[in-house]
Every structure is written in C-alpha cells, then in structure tokens.
C-alpha cells in the first residue's frame, strides 16, 4: 500500500526526492496539492477520509497517509495520533 500511496502523492506533487518518512509540507507540497491527493487516494482505494482525518498531520508523510488508508479500509478508527 505504501509503495501505492507513494506513487499518487509523487503523481499529485511532482515532488520525486521522498520516501515514506519524508515531511511532505516541508519537502513542499502545497495545501492544493494536498487536496488532489487525497481525491486521489480517495479514488485509488475507494475510500472516503472522514473529517476528523482531514487534518495537516494525516498528510504530513506518506507512511501516515498509508496508515490512515490502511485504518478506513479495515475499518479502525482510531488514527488520529
């Protein structure tokens, strides 16, 4: 999933030079971009981010990204931290 979650945020970004633990925000992905990952994502492993979610730090890297996916797709709801 990481390796999925990886390819749409480098699609979205054009940012190349990250890995899974890379600051996304600081490697400088735009709050726009953000948004067409997440409709990415969303669409990618038909899942819909809830709101609590929706939040700077969900996108701050790839690893937490994939985590939250991984958590609405096995129905976990406690990602948050």
């Given at each position: 999933?990481?390796?999925?979650?990886?390819?749409?945020?480098?699609?979205?970004?054009?940012?190349?030079e990250?890995?899974?633990?890379?600051?996304?925000?600081?490697?400088?992905?735009?709050s726009l971009?953000?948004?067409?990952?997440?409709?990415?994502?969303?669409?990618?492993?038909?899942?819909?981010?809830?709101?609590?979610?929706?939040?700077?730090?969900?996108?701050?890297t790839?690893?937490?990204?994939?985590?939250?996916?991984?958590?609405?797709?096995?129905?976990?709801?406690?990602v948050?931290?």
């Amino acid at each position: 999933m990481d390796d999925r979650v990886l390819a749409i945020v480098v699609n979205c970004t054009g940012l190349t030079e990250i890995g899974l633990d890379t600051d996304l925000w600081a490697a400088g992905m735009s709050s726009l971009q953000s948004v067409s990952v997440m409709l990415a994502v969303e669409t990618e492993f038909d899942v819909e981010l809830p709101e609590s979610l929706l939040v700077r730090t969900t996108f701050s890297t790839v690893a937490r990204l994939s985590a939250a996916v991984w958590a609405q797709l096995s129905g976990d709801i406690d990602v948050a931290s």
